[in-house]
């Protein structure tokens, strides 16, 4: 073979090699490409420390049960967008805290070692047996715990919630009675919630507990919940909802101080439970004067009274007499259903630097009448020269304005300057009439005609307007001094156009726009 073809042999070879590499070359380069883009983009150009800030944002875990695993699933899918984003997630502990039920067992392992050092959250809320009817709760609960192992002292929370189940009729699913929460073997754990489940309690693991909420779980006596506090000199925060007493608490049983409690909630089942279980427990607990309460007076009605100066004597009867005396302002709030066949009140006393807050739920808005009853008292021993009264109405009690006698108690109370209004429609006949004669225009003469602010809040740009002149008209009010607006992020810009209106309003001061965060 002479030159020539030599090297037109070689020339074909070359051509034939660099064709089977262009496949390749342009498989690469279309990898590349999105990875150079994903390079580019201005959110992969921020520090790791902010993208982890956003991801936590948006990946915000709820209170409800069963978030946890949809928790997990969110984290994949933002894994799954780039390598940068993965790598990210993968090396930040932080964001593997949460240890679930339904998670597998490679699930569990990647979860625990991810987490790193770092206290983790348990969510155990189990589905209900399939296979073996002879099995109870304690069975899934005990294999949940082994499968921790070691990483169980590192337990930062507990949310033990098999209730979620409310169709399973077979008391011996709930039961749980030989199940000891772990034992003591708990030095980091700060908060227990519990719905439904009756079991042991180990008092040498709540030494550092600071949160305790419990629903749903029946106790012998007011003893049983006392002996729980006990040993639990750290908690700040204390809920019992909806759970059963089901006898008078014993007469040697000691009380229980709570150095640190800021907040204390009781709303024991009164219908099917002890009647008095809250005035016992209210007996056997003291707090500091700062620690809110509140309380249940749901199907309660001839012992209404005892309970409600029982409410008082222990939020007011703590304070001191300096406090007492210098009570310059008043915060209430009613929030109830679209019917107002149940409706909550809350309130917050001011005295100087001082607060005192409480409330009740499940009563109607005339069973509050005891509670203003007692706390117009303290106004009228008051030595304040300036006071002042807010009223917020929630929900379905926003209706309460057309209602003249529910506020007839609030007649003697400093004069009403601030109204907030959460929730408001336009669904009434008499927000769309605008009509204010007859007894409610008399009785808003007396109240509501010293209001200064009104706020508005979850309200639709295209009623803001309605809402806000209807309620002065109501309140016979002839200016004010300031309007805040707040409304959801999408509803930002319409709302902006409605607030550019009210600004050129003789009778409005100031209008402020926010975003509801």
């Avoid at 077979?170 to 073997?185: C, H, S």
Wanted: net charge negative.
């Amino acid at each position: 073979m002479d030159s020539t073809q030599e090297t037109s042999t070689e020339l074909r070879f070359d051509f034939s090699a660099r064709a089977r590499e262009q496949p390749k070359t342009a498989t690469v380069q279309s990898i590349n490409q999105p990875r150079h883009s994903n390079d580019a983009a201005m959110i992969n150009r921020l520090p790791a420390e902010l993208l982890l800030f956003i991801f936590e944002s948006i990946l915000g875990r709820g209170d409800y049960q069963g978030q946890a695993l949809s928790y997990y699933r969110r984290l994949h899918s933002l894994s799954s967008v780039c390598a940068c984003w993965f790598s990210i997630i993968e090396r930040s502990p932080q964001l593997w805290t949460t240890v679930a039920w339904g998670l597998t067992k490679e699930g569990f392992r990647k979860v625990l070692e991810r987490s790193s050092s770092r206290l983790i959250d348990i969510e155990f809320d189990p589905a209900p047996p399939q296979a073996r009817q002879d099995q109870t709760l304690q069975d899934p609960f005990k294999d949940f715990l082994d499968t921790l192992g070691p990483a169980i002292e590192r337990l930062r929370t507990l949310k033990l919630a098999p209730r979620r189940f409310f169709f399973i009729n077979d008391p011996a699913w709930w039961n749980m009675e030989n199940v000891e929460l772990f034992d003591g073997n708990c030095p980091n754990l700060r908060d227990i919630q519990v719905v439904g489940a009756d079991c042991k309690w180990s008092q040498a693991a709540f030494k550092g507990l600071e949160s305790l909420q419990l629903t749903l779980v029946t106790f012998y006596s007011i003893r049983s919940i006392v002996d729980i506090l006990r040993e639990s000199p750290q908690l700040k925060r204390l809920e019992i909802r909806d759970c059963e007493v089901q006898d008078n608490v014993p007469s040697d049983t000691e009380p229980v101080s709570l150095p640190n409690l800021q907040s204390l909630c009781i709303e024991l089942e009164n219908e099917y439970g002890l009647i008095a279980a809250t005035e016992q427990l209210l007996e056997h607990i003291s707090a500091p004067p700062q620690c809110s309460l509140y309380i249940s007076l749901a199907y309660i009605d001839e012992e209404l009274e005892f309970l409600i100066n029982a409410f008082c004597d222990w939020l007011f009867g703590r304070q001191a007499e300096a406090v007492l005396e210098d009570v310059d302002g008043f915060k209430l709030g009613y929030t109830a259903s679209t019917d107002i066949l149940s409706c909550s009140a809350d309130f917050e006393l001011l005295s100087g630097s001082a607060s005192i807050k409480g409330g009740t739920t499940g009563s109607m808005p005339k069973d509050t009448e005891y509670v203003l009853e007692y706390i117009r008292g303290l106004f009228q021993q008051s030595t304040a020269t300036e006071t002042f009264t807010t009223l917020r109405l929630s929900g379905g009690a926003v209706e309460l304005l057309n209602d003249s006698q529910v506020f007839t108690p609030l007649k003697e109370f400093p004069s009403i300057t601030r109204l907030e209004l959460v929730g408001p429609q336009r669904s009434s006949r008499d927000l769309q009439s605008g009509d204010v004669s007859g007894s409610s225009a008399v009785q808003a003469v007396s109240l509501f005609s010293t209001i200064k602010t009104i706020i508005l809040r979850q309200v639709l740009p295209d009623d803001i307007m309605a809402i806000l002149l209807d309620s002065m008209s109501k309140c016979q009010v002839e200016y004010l001094d300031l309007v805040e607006i707040h409304v959801e992020g999408e509803d930002f810009d319409k709302a902006g156009a409605v607030v550019e209106a009210l600004r050129t309003n003789p009778v409005i001061g100031k209008v402020d726009l926010y975003v509801t965060l």
